[in-house]
């Protein structure tokens, strides 16, 4: 029984970040269903690629899939109907679309007053943009991520995930979460609501502070830390690594590692401070020691030394490393025609209530006419249904 068995969620999204907070639900166990419109309805039902693809395979694990027109009167009733034993509707339609729809709040709350709905937009529910359609890029552009990702001078550079995406999607599950427990309090559900721009200014952390609070703004650092040096790429011999010191005694760390312990006191190099002062100096000294031993012998040595640093890796050395194999983050699942797959599984660990991929993703409708069965409808009503093109 995994952590939210007892939820019910009716998943109305589509593309990245509402399939991402949906994902997180069923993974731990909630009833998931992906209400999507029947075969030929949708002109963009493949923005993801195939049903049987990476994408919507990883996507979509763990729910079970219903096809219905809401457009359709009688697909309305059905959709109501179903609300009413819900615990949450997620949706990432444009502002707008939803009330057209009748997924709004108000009209949810009137059916359950213990719904709760989650919307995801591209820009927020109200305010100039709100009509605008929002994908990853255009909110990594917007909310500061592009500015300050690449080479100095380089120009605008994406970063190589849907950063703005995934974290809209968490961001959206943790505050339908908290107001899960809140209606604990209440009996009441409410209206959870974030954007990509939100989310991504949110991620931007660190480097968003530094503008409110000091006014700085960041620019390109590359692979070196935006404040803290030695933090980032360094050649070695054979390749490269990621090198993280940080604090001033993990600096007088390396220094005793590298055989001069003398810059570990250096003024020029002693403080935070003063080693971001003087950055070209401490790369120019570093740069050809590191290159006079190997990746590996450097990872060994600065272990042992208590330096942070770390292997770069491309994607089949990340699933090919051991602590990443012990973790079991490279979850199988059976699929019907592809036979077991792995999936990128669950970064978050309940020990009394884990999480699991349930199920590879389903087939349009797959689950339709047993979850219509549960409503009470009968094998003639689901034919009637199907054949008026509301399922």
Request: glycine share 10%.
């Amino acid at each position: 029984m995994g952590a939210l068995s007892h939820i019910r969620v009716l998943d109305l999204t589509r593309v990245r970040a509402g399939p991402t907070c949906c994902r997180l639900f069923a993974d731990y166990g909630a009833d998931v269903i992906k209400i999507e419109p029947p075969e030929g309805v949708d002109p963009n039902a493949t923005i993801n690629g195939p049903r049987d693809g990476y994408d919507m395979q990883n996507l979509h694990r763990s729910k079970r899939s219903l096809s219905l027109n809401l457009k359709k009167p009688e697909g309305r009733k059905i959709f109501e109907e179903m609300v009413k034993t819900a615990d949450i509707v997620v949706e990432n339609y444009r502002p707008d679309v939803k009330y057209r729809l009748g997924v709004d709040y108000e009209t949810l709350s009137a059916i359950n007053p213990r719904i709760i709905l989650t919307s995801i937009s591209g820009f927020g529910q109200d305010g100039p943009y709100t009509k605008r359609p929002g994908f990853d890029q255009i909110a990594q552009g917007m909310g500061g991520l592009m500015a300050v990702t690449g080479l100095p001078g380089q120009g605008p550079v994406r970063a190589g995930a849907a950063v703005a995406d995934l974290s809209a999607g968490v961001y959206a599950a943790t505050g339908t979460l908290m107001a899960l427990v809140e209606r604990e309090v209440s009996g009441k559900g409410q209206w959870v609501h974030t954007s990509l721009l939100e989310a991504q200014i949110a991620t931007m952390d660190f480097q968003a502070a530094r503008y409110l609070v000091d006014g700085d703004v960041p620019e390109q650092a590359g692979n070196d830390h935006p404040v803290s040096t030695p933090t980032g790429v360094v050649a070695t011999k054979d390749g490269y690594l990621n090198l993280g010191v940080a604090g001033d005694g993990q600096w007088r760390d390396l220094c005793t590692e590298i055989g001069h312990p003398e810059l570990g006191t250096d003024p020029r190099f002693a403080t935070v401070q003063a080693r971001l002062d003087n950055r070209p100096a401490v790369n120019a000294l570093l740069d050809p020691i590191f290159r006079s031993d190997t990746t590996t012998n450097w990872l060994n040595r600065l272990e042992a030394a208590h330096v942070p640093a770390g292997p770069i890796y491309r994607m089949d050395e990340v699933f090919a490393d051991p602590q990443v194999q012990h973790l079991g983050i490279a979850a199988t699942v059976e699929h019907p025609r592809r036979g077991p797959i792995q999936l990128v599984g669950l970064p978050v660990h309940l020990d009394r209530t884990p999480p699991a991929i349930s199920r590879a993703a389903p087939d349009l409708g797959e689950d339709t006419d047993s979850i219509l069965s549960e409503l009470g409808y009968d094998a003639a009503r689901i034919g009637a249904l199907r054949s008026d093109g509301v399922v």
